[in-house]
């Protein structure tokens, strides 16, 4: 069974500060993504990795980073948080499936509060 | 990029009767689209997939139709129960990885 894990479930920051958000995948997959989740807006892909070290951005990378140093563990940062980074965020891993796109597993998200 | 459009925003059905979603897309390279069910306060999980060589696909209650020239795609669930009752996502995929969400669709089942 595919588990994919959250580091925190609520995370409440002050404006300006750093926040890091871990993701964990215990399926050996290739593929990690994060997105967020806004009520009417669907998920939006902020970055995605394809392999250790590697990333692209994705629709919405803007006030973000992330880091991938190990094939289990995809990093999402914000460097300052700002009240408009509230949300909700998921990450999610995949397999590289022969070339195809596949099945995405999502993580439990965190719900991240900027005051 | 890819823009997927997903109808209607919200469904409300009688229990046991059908429910139907619909989505376009607009990259005609597109190959790739799941469906997700995500109930309150939970993760979403795949529920069924189709992939642009079939028409159409069951698995039990759940239905999805692709119509590759109108660049449209549909999820069909009959029989509706309570337990139906979740946001739906679609999404479309060339071969990139990636997923490009719909805005999802609350679906209630009424008792």
């Known amino acids: 069974d595919v588990k994919v894990t959250q580091s925190s479930r609520y995370l409440v920051k002050r404006t300006g500060e750093k926040v890091f958000l871990e993701c964990v995948q215990d399926m050996d997959h290739e593929n990690m993504f994060w997105y967020r989740q806004d009520p009417g807006l669907g998920l939006r892909l902020i970055y995605f990795?394809?392999?250790?070290?590697?990333?692209e951005k994705g629709d919405i990378p803007e006030g973000y980073s992330v880091s991938r140093e190990k094939k289990e563990r995809f990093s999402l940062i914000l460097e300052s948080a700002s009240t408009n980074q509230t949300s909700m965020y998921l990450c999610a891993s995949s397999p590289q499936a022969g070339g195809r796109t596949d099945t995405q597993y999502f993580g439990p998200g965190t719900r991240l509060t900027v005051l | 990029g890819e823009n997927v459009e997903q109808h209607p925003s919200t469904l409300s059905v009688q229990e046991g009767d059908s429910a139907v979603i619909k989505c376009t897309y607009s990259d005609s390279a597109s190959n790739y689209f799941p469906w997700y069910k995500q109930e309150l306060g939970k993760r979403p999980q795949l529920i069924i997939d189709i992939r642009s060589n079939v028409g159409e696909k069951k698995d039990q209650r759940i239905a999805v139709t692709l119509n590759k020239t109108a660049k449209h795609f549909s999820l069909h669930i009959t029989e509706t129960q309570p337990e139906d009752s979740a946001v739906y996502f679609c999404?479309?995929?060339?071969?990139?990885?990636?997923?490009?969400f719909g805005a999802g669709t609350t679906v209630t089942v009424r008792a």
């Open positions: 999404a479309a995929s060339t071969n990139d990885y990636k997923l490009s």
């Open positions: 990795s394809y392999d250790v070290k590697m990333k």
